[in-house]
């Protein structure tokens, strides 16, 4: 099944739903959801939509598979494939390693939606 290809595609990937839920009611007036409760689950959704997805959000701290995991894993299948890293534990981040690598941004939680969108706005242009 294909997206609606009118808007760009993110993919959301977090482990407290609530998390998930509201950015992805935050940004589905601008932009296609996808979510993932875990790293494991979002290649497999990467698997089916790689194509579609424009940016991937991920929460760095996760069960099963870390964001900077998860990030490596997506670098492999498509290198400029831009990446948003949440975290409510910025202390535990080595935060410039994690930007040398090539992912595109961190915000830490608690975040403004605003915020959230002009960054996506910006990388996205």
């Given at each position: 099944m294909a997206?609606?290809?009118?808007?760009?595609?993110?993919?959301?990937?977090?482990?407290?739903d609530l998390i998930r839920d509201l950015l992805a009611?935050?940004?589905s007036d601008d932009f296609n959801i996808l979510t993932a409760p875990n790293g494991e689950d979002a290649l497999r959704v990467f698997e089916q939509y790689?194509?579609?997805?424009?940016l991937v959000i991920t929460d760095l701290i996760m069960p099963l598979m870390r964001g900077d995991v998860l990030?490596?894993?997506?670098?492999?299948l498509r290198p400029a494939l831009p990446i948003v890293f949440i975290s409510g534990h910025e202390r535990e981040i080595q935060l410039s390693a994690l930007l040398?690598?090539?992912?595109?941004?961190?915000?830490?939680?608690p975040f403004d939606v605003e915020n959230l969108t002009a960054t996506l706005q910006?990388?996205?242009?």
């Open positions: 997206l609606p290809q009118q808007k760009r595609t993110i993919l959301i990937v977090d482990d407290e009611d935050a940004l790689g194509d579609e997805i424009s990030a490596e894993k997506l670098r492999k040398a690598k090539g992912n595109t941004a961190f915000l830490p939680k910006t990388i996205l242009v």
